[in-house]
């Protein structure tokens, strides 16, 4: 048995490695996808598989987008920081990090980051670490038993929910931990690093979590409908319908941060519709002084990278979104984070829109930055208008430390 084995072992190990190489030798359009469940339960793509709108980086690492995979292998060590912050949220990441490289997660971390001990939670990812080996959140806490994260594809699964993490490594659980300090970190940017060697990540996914609903399905309560509208707004079978125009159903709540999810249908062919955000309160003579997210499932032609009117997604009149994914007569979920003078928008999980607001400070949207909080409105915009929503939810970040 003993020669048998060894006389076949080197094509044993070249079948097992034939093997390896066509599991990993997809094309990378099977990477980078939600399925629909995925994207009705709030998913949406931190990286979109082609660019890398939503990111930022913090040093001169040569980060590049090459058949669906962000990588880095030269540079300054450093992170891609994440545009938007989060605050809790599951996250999804598969990493391949070159053998004795060095390279980490950062999750609510600032952006630039010095001490792993205050500014983030690093989530590392290197075997040779002398006191913080792959798995471990640097300087915090490390997995009981040595872990291997080197050389091969393998994904990360996150839970980040109010001072607890959790983390799962290719399905397996490997921490928990518990954040019991004062200065426990409550939202921050998520950041993918490059240390030593090269490092490569795709299926970079998060959903958002402590989000709550805006709508009951039975009837309008926390709504009011502002004075002058012509539209007619009713719950109807869980939904909530928007007919005719012009007019604007708002929340008696405001928010100035905040993340929104909501399902939205158009039942008419390019149909014109928006929700508006950080508005002033509407009144008969002034109904929408607000930041509108357009609702327009148009393009010209057939290229949907050429909206029409801004486009779903879209900040009107502010800056068009990248493409139009949604379609009128079909459901789709639009998420929308307002951060500072920052708005992030995903349709059906795509990021479409990446803006900072950088106009003069004005308590009207229409005119300028407005940071303070305000309401939410649905737009009712003609005779035309034919809308359903379902499953508004919201969350708000925790105030800054």
Request: with cysteine.
């Amino acid at each position: 048995m003993p020669r048998f084995a060894i006389r076949n072992a080197a094509p044993l190990a070249v079948m097992f490695s034939f093997m390896a190489a066509q599991a990993w030798a997809a094309p990378p359009e099977s990477f980078n996808q939600l399925s629909r469940a995925e994207i009705e339960a709030g998913w949406v793509k931190l990286f979109d598989g082609e660019t890398l709108i939503g990111w930022k980086a913090n040093t001169n690492v040569n980060w590049r987008v090459a058949n669906g995979v962000i990588s880095g292998d030269s540079g300054d060590a450093g992170l891609l920081v994440t545009t938007t912050e989060f605050s809790d949220y599951e996250l999804r990441c598969d990493f391949r990090l070159e053998k004795d490289g060095n390279s980490g997660i950062f999750l609510r971390t600032v952006f630039q980051p010095q001490n792993p001990n205050r500014d983030c939670y690093e989530l590392n990812i290197c075997d040779s670490h002398p006191a913080f080996p792959t798995a471990s959140l640097v300087s915090l806490v490390k997995p009981d038993k040595p872990i291997s994260g080197e050389g091969r594809w393998m994904t990360y699964h996150v839970v980040v929910q109010g001072n607890k993490i959790n983390v799962r490594l290719d399905g397996e659980p490997v921490l928990s931990y518990t954040d019991v300090r004062p200065t426990a970190l409550k939202n921050g940017y998520i950041g993918l690093q490059k240390n030593a060697g090269k490092i490569e990540f795709r299926n970079v996914f998060l959903k958002p979590l402590a989000t709550r609903s805006l709508f009951n399905g039975q009837d309008l309560t926390g709504w009011h409908v502002v004075p002058g509208s012509k539209s007619e707004f009713k719950a109807v079978d869980g939904l909530m319908q928007v007919t005719n125009g012009r007019g604007f159903l708002e929340t008696d709540e405001t928010w100035g941060d905040f993340l929104l999810q909501a399902d939205v249908r158009t039942n008419g062919r390019n149909l014109n519709s928006g929700i508006f955000f950080r508005a002033q309160k509407g009144t008969a003579a002034a109904p929408s002084n607000g930041y509108e997210c357009q609702i327009h499932n148009g393009w010209k032609g057939d290229d949907r990278r050429q909206p029409l009117d801004y486009g779903t997604g879209g900040i009107y009149r502010r800056v068009p979104a990248r493409r139009v994914v949604s379609s009128d007569f079909e459901w789709f979920t639009l998420t929308l984070a307002a951060q500072g003078p920052h708005v992030a928008v995903w349709v059906d999980g795509e990021p479409v829109t990446d803006w900072t607001d950088d106009r003069p400070a004005n308590d009207n949207p229409r005119e300028g930055l407005r940071l303070n909080p305000g309401h939410l409105s649905l737009q009712g915009h003609d005779p035309t208008t034919n809308l359903s929503f379902r499953n508004l939810r919201i969350t708000a970040p925790p105030a800054k430390q």
